[in-house]
C-alpha cells in the first residue's frame, strides 16, 4: 500500500489553460475528497464521492471546475479557462467506510501555479 | 466570520517545551474534533480525533474538547524538532462522512 498518489505534483500553466489533476486512492478506500489549500490558509472542501457517486459539491466549486470517478477507483479533477486565482494546492484524500470520524488520508497534493 | 478560528502563529518554542495550540469554532453542530499535522510540501496527516468533552491522551500528544465554550486545544509535551510542523485543526457534523472544516494552521517551530 503505497497510499494516496497524486500527479502531476506540480503544474504551471498559463490563464485560460484548461488543467486536469488525477488521484489514485488507497486501493480499499471507497470514500475520496478533494480539498483545496491556498498559502497560509487550512485545506477547504471542494467535493465527495463515495464509490462512483459524487455525493457532495461546494459552492467553491465554480463551473470551470469538474471532478469524476467512473469506476469509483482514480478520480479526475479537471479545471477549464483557469485563473489566477485557481493557483493553489489541490489535495485528494481518501477513506475507509471502517475508519474513525474524520480520518482521511491525504496525498502529498497537485500545485498549481496559474500565470 | 469563518466557522473555525486558528491562530496562525509562527510559534516558536525550545526543545522539551510544552506546546498549547488551540481553535474556536461557531458551529454547535460540529460533533467530531481532528487535530492534523502537515509538514512542508506534504499533505495533512491525522494526528488524533475526538467527538466528546474532556481530554483525551496519546503518548506525547493530548487534545481537550470544550463544547460549552466551543474551544479544543492540542498539547505537545517534551516537544522536539521533529515535531516541527503546521498544525491544522479539523472539525465535521455528524453524518455519514461529511466534509471537514479546518482551520488555517498554526505554524510551529521547536529549536534546539
Known amino acids: 500500500d503505497t497510499g494516496v498518489s497524486q500527479d502531476p505534483r506540480h503544474k504551471i500553466t498559463k490563464r485560460g489553460q484548461n488543467v486536469t489533476f488525477r488521484c489514485d486512492p488507497i486501493s480499499e478506500h471507497n470514500r475520496l475528497y478533494w480539498y483545496r489549500q491556498t498559502l497560509g490558509q487550512g485545506p477547504e472542501f471542494l467535493t465527495y464521492f463515495q464509490n462512483e457517486a459524487q455525493l457532495e459539491k461546494s459552492r467553491l466549486l465554480s463551473d470551470r471546475f469538474s471532478a469524476e470517478r467512473p469506476k469509483g477507483s482514480f478520480s479526475t479533477l479537471e479545471i477549464q479557462r483557469t485563473e489566477q486565482g485557481d493557483s493553489a494546492m489541490y489535495l485528494c484524500?481518501?477513506?475507509?467506510?471502517?475508519?474513525?470520524?474524520?480520518?482521511?488520508?491525504f496525498g502529498e497534493g497537485s500545485r498549481l501555479t496559474v500565470l | 466570520q469563518k466557522e473555525v478560528e486558528q491562530d496562525p502563529g509562527p510559534l516558536s518554542v525550545p526543545e522539551g517545551a510544552i506546546v498549547s495550540l488551540n481553535c474556536t469554532y461557531s458551529?454547535?453542530?460540529?460533533?467530531?474534533f481532528m487535530w492534523y499535522r502537515q509538514y512542508s510540501r506534504k499533505g495533512p496527516e491525522l494526528l488524533m480525533y475526538t467527538y466528546s468533552s474532556g481530554n483525551k491522551e496519546d503518548g506525547r500528544f493530548t487534545a481537550q474538547v470544550d463544547k460549552s465554550s466551543k474551544y479544543i486545544s492540542l498539547f505537545i509535551r517534551d516537544s522536539q524538532p521533529s515535531d516541527s510542523a503546521t498544525y491544522l485543526c479539523a472539525m465535521r457534523t455528524a453524518g455519514t462522512a461529511s466534509k471537514l472544516t479546518f482551520g488555517t494552521g498554526t505554524r510551529l517551530q521547536v529549536t534546539l
Open positions: 484524500a481518501s477513506s475507509s467506510p471502517l475508519a474513525g470520524p474524520g480520518e482521511l488520508f
Open positions: 458551529n454547535s453542530a460540529f460533533q467530531y
